[in-house]
């Protein structure tokens, strides 16, 4: 019996026998080769894909590269089956002791080698650390405590909130980039602060500046976001939350801006579209100043 043309590779059908499944089936195969990454795994191609693009980690595997090179309707497939489901994090991006994570999305992410995969990725988290900076003790007894001469833990002051809010825009005019974007995970970790003493003003002051902080995210426009993990206590919870809770109402409220604004655009056009008439009676009110004239010649040509 001849074998069918269809299930060989040659020019006409670069994909042999895959060529003839259906689509769905293609796109299981497809999701098989790019399973999820290994993160323990320091030599996984997820973890190469990350330090080149210059993001913290990458939650997939890469299609293989001898797929890719099979032709371009493959490629294509399975990038895009690739990228609809891998999410990329972005780590550490408020730590001052840590500029490698903010150089790698602002130099390799958002004008390097990662600019193609800035393009073409779909959902991205940020994990913010928000970090509690030392207060020194203030009396020479509490150099012998267990903080070791530190009176406690307690939020940053003005000058550091303002770099901390700094970084954060610099992290979305690289995301504002990403076209294809439609995922956006906020993930907020910290622990307790250590305090000695406190009022209710000093709370309400850090709840003010965690959010303001996190202002630069209300910037993404078209992009479903969500709460990732928060590992904090339940105020801290209820802050995120409702700061991401404002954003989505924000994002609706555009959005019906933007709707209301294209339908009252096309009732314009229509109107401009739609054929002048005479009209009389109760409704000459609504003629042009140059048809009332029109139709006073008429009448005084006639009579």
Not at 206 to 217: D, F, M, W
Request: glycine residues 8%; positive net charge; charged residues 30%.
């Amino acid at each position: 019996m001849a074998s069918s043309t269809s299930n060989t590779i040659s020019p006409t059908h670069p994909l042999g026998t895959l060529s003839t499944l259906p689509f769905e089936l293609r796109n299981q195969i497809l999701d098989l080769l790019t399973p999820s990454a290994n993160p323990s795994s320091p030599f996984s191609a997820s973890k190469a894909l990350a330090d080149r693009i210059g993001v913290g980690a990458v939650s997939h595997v890469p299609p293989p590269t001898s797929l890719l090179l099979t032709c371009k309707q493959l490629s294509h497939e399975a990038l895009d089956v690739y990228y609809r489901k891998t999410v990329f994090s972005i780590e550490r991006v408020l730590d001052l002791f840590s500029p490698w994570s903010m150089m790698g999305v602002e130099e390799t992410l958002g004008r390097g080698r990662g600019a193609v995969v800035l393009g073409r990725m779909r959902r991205v988290r940020v994990d913010v650390f928000w970090e509690w900076l030392p207060t020194p003790a203030p009396a020479p007894g509490l150099a012998s405590s267990v903080l070791g001469g530190v009176d406690g833990l307690l939020c940053p002051r003005e000058s550091e909130i303002m770099c901390r809010m700094e970084r954060m825009g610099r992290v979305m005019d690289v995301l504002v980039q990403a076209a294809q974007l439609q995922f956006f995970c906020l993930g907020w970790k910290e622990c307790a602060p250590l305090r000695v003493g406190g009022d209710e003003a000093g709370f309400l002051w850090e709840a003010e500046a965690r959010k303001r902080v996190l202002g630069p995210v209300k910037r993404l426009r078209g992009v479903r976001v969500v709460e990732g993990e928060v590992v904090a206590g339940r105020e801290v919870e209820e802050v995120i939350g409702g700061f991401l809770g404002e954003v989505r109402r924000e994002m609706r409220e555009r959005e019906e801006r933007k709707e209301r604004k294209v339908d009252g655009e096309k009732v314009i056009l229509e109107e401009k579209k739609r054929p002048a008439k005479l009209v009389t009676g109760e409704r000459k009110h609504l003629l042009t100043p140059e048809d009332r004239e029109m139709h006073r010649r008429k009448r005084s040509y006639f009579e």
